[in-house]
């Protein structure tokens, strides 16, 4: 069998800004909106219970909502985002895409993630018994993913924070390790992810036409997934930078620009409505 090609990459720094190319991103058609939540809609802080939405990006995110389909694809807790974000006519997938609600009482799991659950909570237990000495060392469970947080550790203590987490996720050959801000992450060691969500999701909702774009906008490394799945059927859209190359297409500076796009989005999209 062939080995198919990788997505096509590009360095952050010399992609176009989104902001001033709407017409062009949307080429005529009606966009579908997927947005990571972290460092996409809210700026990265200390504390993640911290990262609060602020009222002027939930109404930006109501009033695009109006218009288009919305849905925010997170590495946290689906519970958790859909809470922080409180919009009803939204799509939430959660737990970096494995856990997905929506209106009209959609709740699935689509990437199969319940089988990990045993080995998630035997990882949680023991991570939080190995780390609960190390000062700002923090274990936030979700359902299908756990994060070890390492931002509030000191530099001295950061390696032992590494190391006690390769050593839990080796014993749990049913985990994954996965990597973000300042966080490492065991999730389930399926074919999944924030990609496989955003397709299915497309699937679901009849959104696979020639008359949409589906558009994601994120800003860390596991949003890359979204990005390569797109790639020659939506646009990916880079917030700031991470470490890596990106195969987004477009880029973003910054939570405000975020904002600033999604309002320019949807005065566009209520203009072509009027016509
Ligand atoms: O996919 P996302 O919606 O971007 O979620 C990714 C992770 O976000 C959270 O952690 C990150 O944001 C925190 C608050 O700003 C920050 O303190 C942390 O260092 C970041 O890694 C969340 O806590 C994780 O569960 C998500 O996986």
Redesign the pocket.
């Known amino acids: 069998m062939k080995n198919q090609p990788g997505p096509v990459k590009h360095d952050p720094q010399k992609l176009p800004s989104a902001l001033q190319s709407i017409p062009d991103l949307l080429a005529g058609k009606k966009p579908a909106v997927f947005l ?5 809609l ?7 219970d911290k ?1 609060i939405l602020s009222d002027s990006m939930r109404q930006t995110l109501q009033g695009l909502a109006e218009v288009c389909s919305v849905a925010i ?4 807790d689906r519970a958790d ?1 859909a809470r922080l974000v409180q919009l009803d006519n939204l799509y939430f997938a959660g737990s ?1 895409g494995f856990d997905i609600s929506g209106p009209g009482n959609m709740q699935t799991e689509p990437g199969g993630a319940k089988t990990a659950l045993p080995a998630l909570d035997a990882s949680a237990e023991k991570l939080k018994e190995k780390l609960g000495h190390i000062e700002g060392a923090m274990v ?1 469970r ?1 359902r299908y ?1 756990i ?1 070890v ?1 390492y ?1 509030n550790v000191s530099d001295s203590h950061i390696d032992e924070v590494k190391q006690v987490t390769a050593t839990v996720l080796k014993e749990h050959p049913q985990l994954k390790e996965g990597l ?4 490492i ?1 065991l999730k389930p060691n399926l074919d999944w992810h924030k990609g496989k969500a955003v397709s299915w999701l497309l699937q679901e909702l009849g959104l696979n036409k020639p008359g949409i774009v589906p558009l994601y906008i ?3 490394i ?2 890359e997934d979204a990005f390569a799945e797109l790639q020659g059927k939506g646009i990916g859209i880079l917030v700031g930078e991470h470490d890596e190359q990106t195969a987004a297409e477009y880029r973003l500076e910054s939570v405000e620009e975020v904002e600033e796009f999604l309002k320019s989005l949807t005065e566009h999209l209520s203009k072509q409505e009027d016509v």
Request: glycine content about 12%; aromatic content about 2%.
């Open positions: 990571d939540y972290d460092g996409c809210t700026h990265i802080v200390k504390d993640p990262a694809v997170s590495g946290r985002v970096h936030e979700k993913a994060a947080h931002r973000g801000k300042k966080i992450e994120g800003d860390d596991t949003d």
